[in-house]
């Protein structure tokens, strides 16, 4: 499930020249547009269909029966148009005008389109690690937790 909200977030951080089809309303707005622009949001978001697909049968097997249905629902739902004015606002809420223009500015280098090539695949492989760390110390944890669940259980009255 983490994975198809990560999958979906990189998808939405990828767009047109304008807000939801029209042009932004303030230099701010404009700057956070021109580096969703830079990011490739719009065209990221045509592929979140498949990621949300993907991760919903992952997490949930029985669904696999179920991809079309899923993908088509996605396509419908999950897309640019919806999702603009409130990444404008996320983008805007989150970052002043001038850290909007400076990131874009790094984005738009070589470095920075490796980054938004790589960090993906950077983060998945990331995930994977703490993933496999967690996993080999899960025993100890199941100990942890059943030693505190017996001293939080009330002690036994003895007739």
């Known amino acids: 499930m983490l994975r198809i909200f990560a999958a979906l977030l ?8 304008s807000t939801f089809g029209q042009t932004a ?3 701010h707005d404009q700057a956070a547009v021109d580096l969703l622009n830079t990011m490739g949001t719009e065209k990221m978001m045509k592929s979140a269909a ?4 993907m991760g919903l049968i992952s997490v949930n097997p029985p669904l696999a029966a179920f991809r079309d249905i899923i993908v088509d ?3 419908k739902h999950i897309t640019w148009q919806a999702a603009a004015p409130e990444l404008t606002k996320l ?4 970052f002043t005008e001038i850290e909007l223009r ?10 920075g389109q490796k980054v938004l090539t790589k960090l993906p695949e950077v983060m998945h492989q990331g995930a994977a690690i703490g993933a496999r760390l967690a996993m080999a110390h ?3 944890l199941e100990q942890m937790i059943l030693e505190k669940s017996k001293q939080m259980q009330p002690p036994s009255k003895t007739p």
């Open 102 to 111: 400076d990131i874009n500015a790094f984005y738009r280098t070589p470095s």
């Open 91 to 94: 983008y805007t809420q989150t």
């Open 10 to 17: 990189l998808t939405l951080m990828f767009s047109t020249t």
């Open 25 to 27: 309303q303030t230099s």
């Open 73 to 75: 629902w996605a396509n």
């Open 138 to 140: 899960t025993a100890e």
């Open 50 to 53: 498949n990621a949300v697909a």
